[in-house]
C-alpha cells in the first residue's frame, strides 16, 4: 500500500473564526422564494461548498461552451460573493463520479465513466484527443484543497488509480478521516461486487455473499450508505439493508441484522431522498435514517425495454435507530406526493429542506421511444417542502409560506446549505450531452438558484468567540452573544443552540457526508443583557461526525448566525485525538433591574438547575476557574 499524496491543509482554517456578521446578504428577496443568482458554467450534477465563499460543480464530459485548455470545461468554481464562476479543468471524465472530504481538508472525487465524445458515445481514444479530449475516468482519483483566491485546481494524479473502476459508488469519510468507497462500476443497473484492496489510504471494500440476494439487486447503484456512531456503517442497495463492520470487512454476524426496506426501493435509479436526522444531546447523538420517495418496481420489473417514464412514485418515507438492538423499520409522514431524484437538506433550526425531483418515473437516461426526450422521468416537482422532525406525527411536512420553483430540477440536479442559511439549487441535464434549444422539454440547465428559508431576513446573531477548530471531548469555550442578539431579552438564551453541519457531496440526490450535530451548551446571563454560551467541543466519538471541515451556526430563536468554518478533528488522515469532555458550568441568569424575564429559576437546555446570579463577575469566574484546571493538568 502506498501512501497517501501529501496535501496541503485549505488556509481557510488558519485564521481563527472569531465573529460572524448579523446582516443578511441579500435582504431584498422574500423569505420563503427562490431566487436566480447565476450561471454554474457546467451542469451541476456533483456540487460540494468548499470555503464559506466558493462552491464547486462537477460536470461529466460534454460540450459545454464554456472552454478551458482547448476543449469544453466540466467543473466550475462559484463565488457566493460575486455569484460568478470560473471554469476548472477536471481532466478525466466525471460521469456519476462519487465524492466526500478527507480529514485534512481535502475533496476527493472518485471514479467516473470511460472516455466519450458527442452524443456520449464512446471516444476513440481513452488517453486523450477528438473533439473533447477527455480521459477515461472510472479508475480516477481527484483532489481539490478549496480555496477563496481562485488559485486551486484539481489535481489528477497519473500514476494513482483505484484498483476496480467505479460508476456510480458512494464515499463515506470514516472515523480517521480516510474514506471508505461501496459499490459503483455496472451498468445502468447492476450487482455490487469488488475485490477487497487498500489504495492510498482509500479502503474499498466487497460486500459478503450474504448480500449477494435478489433483495439487492438490481437497483443498487450509489449505495445508501452512513457511518453510524457505534463505528459500523449502514448499507442500503435496492430492498437490502444491513449493519457493515467495516473494520472486520464483514457483512454478517451482526448481532441485529437489518430487515428490507418497506414500501419503495429509495437507490438509484429509484432515487429517493435519505438523510440522517439531527445528532443532538436530547437523543443522546443517536443515529435515526430517514428515506423518502422513490418507486416500488420489484427486481423483475427493472427493464429499460418497459417504459419507465411512467412509473409510479412513492410518498411513503420510513425511519430506522440502526444502532439501537432489533433495529426496525417505522413509518413516518408521508410526503404529499410521489417523488424521486429529491434531496433533503439540513437546515440550522433542526428542520430539513426537500427539493427538487420528479413526480414520475425514475433517474436516467436514454434514446428509448418512450423517453420524454431523453429523460426517464417526467412532471417536475417544484414546490419545495420543509420537514420538522419535532412536529407531532401527521404535521411533519409542511409548503406554508414557500414559493414554488421555476425550473425543473430532474437528473443531475443538486442542491447544498451555504454559510448564510440559504440553500443553493442547481443541475438537472437528462440528456447524453448538451443539449438546448427549442423543443427540448428538459434541456441542460446551468441557472444556479437560491432559496431563502423564512429566517432568512431577520437580524442575525453575531456571536463572538466561536473556535477555528473543534477537537474530540476536551475544554468547553465561551461564545458571547449581544443584548441584541439576544432581541433585549436574556430567556432567549434558553432557546438558543449551537450546530455543526457538513454540508456534504450533492449528486443523485445524495449529500454523501451531511451531518447536523448539535453542540451540548450552557450558559450565562451577564447584567446588561448580553449572554455567554459555556460550549461542549464535540463528542468524544470520531463517529458522531468525522474529522474535516465544517460549519458551525448559533440559533437563537429559529434564527441562525452565518455559519462559520471549523476544522473538526486534528486536520490530519490518522486516528484522531480524544479527550474526556469536560463537565460545562451550570446555567445561570443574571438580575438586571430592568430585565422582567430573569426572576425565576428553572432548567436549563441541558438539564442543568438554572441559579439567580447577581454577581457581574459570574462569567468572570468561571472562565478563570476552567483556565486554572486546565494549566493545572
Excluded at 248 to 259: I, V, Y
Excluded at 531 to 541: A, D, E, K
Amino acid at each position: 500500500m502506498r501512501s497517501l499524496v501529501p496535501l496541503v491543509l485549505s488556509t481557510a482554517f488558519a485564521k481563527a473564526a472569531s465573529s460572524t456578521s448579523g446582516l443578511p446578504l441579500d435582504s431584498g428577496v422574500a423569505p420563503g422564494q427562490f431566487k436566480l443568482i447565476g450561471n454554474s458554467l457546467v451542469s451541476a450534477q456533483q456540487a460540494f461548498l468548499g470555503t464559506a465563499k466558493k462552491v464547486y460543480f462537477v460536470d461529466k464530459t460534454e460540450n459545454n461552451p464554456t472552454q478551458v485548455n482547448g476543449h469544453p470545461a466540466w467543473a466550475a468554481e462559484y463565488s457566493l460573493d460575486g455569484n460568478t464562476a470560473r471554469p476548472m479543468d477536471i481532466v478525466t471524465n466525471t460521469f456519476c463520479a462519487g465524492g466526500n472530504v478527507l480529514g485534512n481538508g481535502t475533496w476527493i472525487n472518485v471514479g467516473g465513466n470511460q472516455a466519450v465524445g458527442p452524443g456520449g458515445l464512446t471516444a476513440a481514444s481513452q488517453t486523450g484527443g477528438g473533439l473533447y479530449d477527455d480521459l477515461d475516468g472510472g479508475v480516477s482519483i481527484r483532489f481539490l484543497d478549496p480555496c477563496d483566491d481562485e488559485s486551486c485546481n484539481w489535481v489528477v494524479p497519473a500514476d494513482i488509480d483505484l484498483t476496480t473502476r467505479r460508476w456510480y459508488p458512494s464515499v463515506e469519510t470514516l472515523e480517521d478521516g480516510s474514506v471508505i468507497i461501496i459499490g459503483g462500476d455496472g451498468e445502468y443497473l447492476c450487482n455490487l461486487g469488488h475485490p477487497v484492496s487498500l489504495t492510498y489510504g482509500i479502503i474499498v471494500v466487497k460486500p459478503s455473499e450474504d448480500l449477494s440476494t435478489q433483495r439487492h439487486r438490481p437497483a443498487n447503484l450509489y449505495p445508501i450508505t452512513f457511518l453510524l456512531p457505534s463505528g459500523n456503517i449502514y448499507v442500503q442497495a435496492n430492498w437490502a439493508s444491513t449493519l457493515f463492520d467495516y473494520k472486520a470487512n464483514d457483512f454478517t454476524g451482526m448481532e441485529n441484522p437489518l430487515p428490507d426496506v418497506p414500501d419503495a426501493v429509495r437507490t438509484y435509479p429509484a432515487s429517493g431522498g435519505s438523510i440522517m436526522q439531527p445528532l443532538t444531546p436530547a437523543n443522546n447523538w443517536t443515529a435515526t435514517l430517514i428515506f423518502c420517495g422513490g418507486t416500488n418496481l420489484q427486481p423483475d420489473q427493472w427493464d429499460v425495454d418497459n417504459n419507465l417514464a411512467v412509473t409510479p412514485t412513492s410518498s411513503s418515507c420510513v425511519s430506522i435507530t440502526p444502532d439501537e438492538p432489533g433495529a426496525n423499520y417505522t413509518e413516518d409522514d408521508p410526503l404529499p406526493a410521489g417523488r424521486v431524484m429529491v434531496n433533503l437538506i439540513h437546515l440550522p433550526t433542526g428542520e430539513m429542506f426537500v427539493v427538487n425531483g420528479a413526480g414520475m418515473g425514475v433517474a436516467g437516461y436514454g434514446n428509448n421511444s418512450w423517453a420524454i426526450g431523453q429523460s426517464y422521468a417526467q412532471d417536475p416537482v417544484l414546490q419545495p417542502l420543509i420537514y420538522n422532525p419535532n412536529s407531532p406525527p401527521g404535521s411533519r411536512f409542511s409548503s406554508a409560506g414557500l414559493s414554488p420553483s421555476t425550473i425543473p430540477r430532474l437528473y443531475h440536479s443538486t442542491a447544498i446549505l451555504a454559510p448564510d442559511g440559504s440553500v443553493i439549487v442547481s443541475g438537472s441535464n437528462p440528456n447524453a450531452d448538451y443539449t438546448v434549444g427549442p423543443g427540448v422539454t428538459f434541456p441542460t440547465e446551468y441557472r444556479v438558484e437560491k432559496f431563502y428559508p423564512s429566517y432568512y431576513n431577520e437580524r442575525r446573531p453575531e456571536p463572538l468567540g466561536l473556535p477555528s477548530t473543534l477537537s474530540y471531548g476536551g475544554p468547553y469555550f465561551n461564545v458571547t452573544l449581544s443584548s441584541e442578539d439576544l432581541n433585549g431579552s436574556t430567556n432567549n438564551l434558553k432557546n438558543t443552540t449551537v450546530v455543526v453541519i457538513r454540508t456534504g457531496f450533492s449528486t443523485h440526490a445524495i449529500n454523501m457526508g451531511q451531518r447536523f450535530v448539535q453542540l451540548e451548551n450552557t450558559y450565562t446571563a451577564n447584567p446588561d443583557g448580553s449572554g455567554t454560551l459555556h460550549v461542549s467541543q464535540l463528542p468524544p466519538n470520531p463517529a458522531i461526525l468525522a474529522p474535516g471541515p465544517a460549519f458551525v451556526f448559533v440559533v437563537v430563536n429559529g434564527v441562525p448566525s452565518i455559519g462559520v468554518q471549523v476544522m473538526c478533528g486534528s486536520g490530519t488522515i490518522g486516528p484522531q485525538p480524544t479527550l474526556d469532555a469536560v463537565d460545562l458550568p451550570p446555567s445561570t441568569l443574571a438580575v438586571k433591574t430592568n430585565d422582567t424575564d430573569a426572576n425565576s429559576s428553572s432548567h436549563g437546555k441541558n438539564g442543568a438547575s438554572e441559579q439567580l446570579n447577581v454577581s457581574s463577575n459570574f462569567v468572570s469566574i468561571f472562565a478563570l476557574a476552567n483556565i486554572l484546571y486546565w494549566t493545572m493538568l
